[in-house]
């Protein structure tokens, strides 16, 4: 990739755009009350997704940009669940009835360290708040690190049928940069117990531009989790920011790799899994051909979430846990972002949302329009314009974003539809944010949102 390219528009650090608009433009003027409306007027026919947000961990990543708590003890984590349990509580005392739910995802922090029984306990009264489908995504990030043939049992007791390992990198030198020394055959003991338990779908995180990190050691840590056939991996970028991350500020920036070694990186790793029989599914996952994911993007219906890349259909979240963001018809809320101020929320008897966002005709149309662009690399401007009856006029000629795109070679565009040129696909964030009338910011700015 040219380096003026690079420069011009990798270097911004621009939102990933899980969600439009990013969590820059919530505001505490969208509250409880508001909350409490949008859950009333969910239709009761349409399907949701359930996140969990879980904010413990036992040792702290440096590279970490989520909420999290770390404790040593077991008391924290069960009064955080007591809070929860009253949150499920609250949540569907404002429901007519139980929504049928599609999704189950369970992140953090470390879902995991929830002692087996408190998470089957967990799992029935959802099941008792909520109609969950018997086909329904239970999925469960997992640290190896922490995990034991206990916590195996119960999450397979419990109906779990998804598990999402973090991995990072398997090399030693790049852990010890990043405080998450996790052997491989810590991993792999992981991924056999899942499977000897029924839980046959799995998925790794991964990360290039970390500290340490090399062209040579991303492609050797490809080739060591390839060979685990996970049947998807996220590859993400790191963002570094450590002036709203303190425990970023442990890692030695001086070997942080520049923005012509992480795309060199991201390429290779993609690179990597491609040539393994991976397909690569928008920006930054891979999945096997039969992969749920794999089959959504082939049928034009992947979607795009606060969570990443979707299969599930249904646009509706509903967030559970300090931080959690959900998405309702209206609107995007968002809970305290502590657990001791989502926990007093919650005693309280009231919903913990502290902001959001009501949508507008016009962001749910530049939504769709990055939405596209994130999962396909291309978007017909205006067939989506007129869908939701607005003039695509107005989306394609105003800013200079997408002119300078165009100039540039990055993008092709006829008659409104655009697509991303193949080689500059890493460059797709940029791109989107061409349609993003809330970023003003120059094309360099300091601090990467959602």
Not at 138 to 160: H, K, M, N, Q, S
Request: charged share 20%.
């Amino acid at each position: 990739m040219q380096t003026s390219i690079l420069s011009t528009y990798y270097d911004a650090r621009l939102p990933w755009y899980t969600i439009y608009p990013t969590v820059a433009q919530f505001s505490k003027a969208v509250g409880a009350d508001a909350c409490e409306r949008w859950l009333q007027h969910l239709p009761l026919d349409q399907s949701v997704s359930l996140y969990f947000h879980i904010p413990f961990c036992r040792s702290i990543c440096w590279y970490c940009g989520f909420a999290r708590s770390i404790t040593r003890r077991d008391s924290p984590i069960l009064d955080f669940l007591g809070a929860l349990r009253k949150e499920i509580d609250l949540v569907a005392a404002h429901l007519a009835q139980p929504l049928p739910v599609s999704d189950v995802h369970f992140g953090g922090g470390t879902p995991t360290l929830i002692e087996p029984t408190e998470f089957r306990r967990l799992m029935e009264l959802l099941r008792r708040r909520f109609a969950i489908s018997n086909t329904a995504a239970i999925a469960v990030e997992i640290d190896p690190r922490t995990f034991t043939l206990a916590t195996c049992e119960g999450l397979a007791a419990a109906g779990v049928n998804r598990a999402s390992l973090g991995v990072q990198s398997f090399d030693p030198i790049v852990q010890k940069a990043i405080n998450r020394v996790q052997s491989e055959a810590q991993t792999e003991r992981v991924v056999e117990s899942l499977r000897q338990h029924g839980i046959m779908r799995v998925n790794f995180d991964l990360i290039y531009g970390l500290p340490n990190q090399t062209v040579q050691s991303c492609v050797e840590t490809a080739t060591t989790a390839v060979a685990m056939r996970p049947d998807r991996l996220a590859v993400f970028g790191y963002a570094h920011v450590p002036s709203f991350k303190k425990n970023q500020r442990l890692i030695d920036e001086a070997a942080l790799p520049d923005s012509h070694a992480r795309s060199e990186q991201a390429a290779a790793m993609a690179n990597t899994l491609t040539a393994a029989g991976y397909r690569q599914i928008g920006l930054d996952h891979f999945a096997l051909p039969n992969d749920e994911l794999a089959l959504a993007q082939k049928a034009g219906r992947l979607r795009r979430n606060s969570l990443g890349y979707s299969a599930d259909t249904c646009n509706k979240v509903i967030g559970f846990g300090p931080s959690a963001i959900g998405r309702l018809g209206e609107g995007y809320v968002q809970n305290e972002v502590t657990a001791g101020s989502y926990s007093g929320q919650i005693n309280a008897g009231c919903l913990a949302t502290s902001r959001g966002y009501c949508l507008s005709l016009e962001d749910r149309v530049r939504a769709a329009i990055i939405e596209r662009l994130m999962c396909d690399f291309e978007v017909d401007v205006p067939a989506i314009c007129v869908a939701h009856g607005f003039d695509p006029v107005a989306f394609l000629g105003s800013g200079e974003r997408l002119a300078m795109l165009v100039e540039d070679g990055v993008v092709q565009m006829e008659k409104g539809f655009i697509r991303v040129r193949p080689q500059h696909r890493f460059l797709t964030r940029a791109v989107a944010a061409a349609f993003d009338c809330y970023l003003r910011a120059p094309l360099c700015s300091d601090q990467p949102t959602q």
